[in-house]
T-cell receptor, first 111, second 114 residues
């Protein structure tokens, strides 16, 4: 059974720092991995999608990597800003075409 | 990318009543999903609603409690029936434009049952 883990559960860093969020999954048989952002009490915004055949995707200050064989993905945020404060969720699309979700990392960027 | 409008954005309801949440998509999509996110938790899939067929419910969710309609390729509703305080959650609709494609979400409905 696929399980997705995100570490750390919460992270607080000063503005301007680069940071890495981690996502691990137990079964490498995935179709893709997605990173989402969720602001408090709101819906989810899709940030990046990495297909299983890809190694990384970039969008602006965000870079997501995927190492399927080791069951890991990272989300790198460069030059963090207070507006980046949110909960970041990763989800893998498993062999049954179901999205399996991590519990999220709550990120706080201190001005 | 699909744009999803979800209504209401929040509501406070009395126990024993029902609430219907609407999800409108700006394009035709085959696959639509309803999720629940309880306080401090991640997302749990309630059901998959594909147009032209009955919704498929995940373990722990039943049609009598969460009836779903999917009358066309751009619209769906989820009803939370006979509510209790344990139903207080954020409810989210999501669409995928094809199997394995990027998932898009509505703004969520924050439900509080008192």
């Amino acid at each position: 059974k696929q399980e997705v883990t995100q570490i750390p559960a919460a992270l607080s860093v000063p503005e301007g720092e680069n940071l890495v969020l981690n996502c691990s999954f137990t079964d490498s048989a995935i179709y893709n991995l997605q990173w989402f952002r969720q602001d408090p009490g709101k819906g989810l915004t899709s940030l990046l999608l990495i297909q299983s055949s890809q190694r990384e995707q970039t969008s602006g200050r965000l870079n997501a990597s995927l190492d399927k064989s080791s069951g890991r993905s990272t989300l790198y945020i460069a030059a963090s800003q207070p507006g980046d404060s949110a909960t970041y969720l990763c989800a893998v699309l498993d062999s049954n075409y179901q999205l399996i979700w991590g519990a999220g990392t709550k990120l706080i960027i201190k001005p | 990318s699909a744009v999803i409008s979800q209504k209401p954005s929040r509501d406070i309801c009395q126990r024993g009543t029902s609430l219907t949440i609407q999800c409108q998509v700006d394009s035709q999509v085959t696959m639509m999903f309803w999720y629940r996110q309880q306080p401090g938790q991640s997302l749990t899939l309630i059901a998959t609603a594909n147009q032209g067929s009955e919704a498929t419910y995940e373990s722990g969710f039943v049609i009598d409690k969460f009836p779903i309609s999917r009358p066309n390729l751009t619209f769906s509703t989820l009803t939370v029936s006979n509510m209790s305080p344990e139903d207080s959650s954020i409810y989210l609709c999501s669409v995928e434009e094809g199997a394995g494609s990027q998932a898009f979400f509505g703004q969520g409905t924050r439900l509080t049952v008192v």
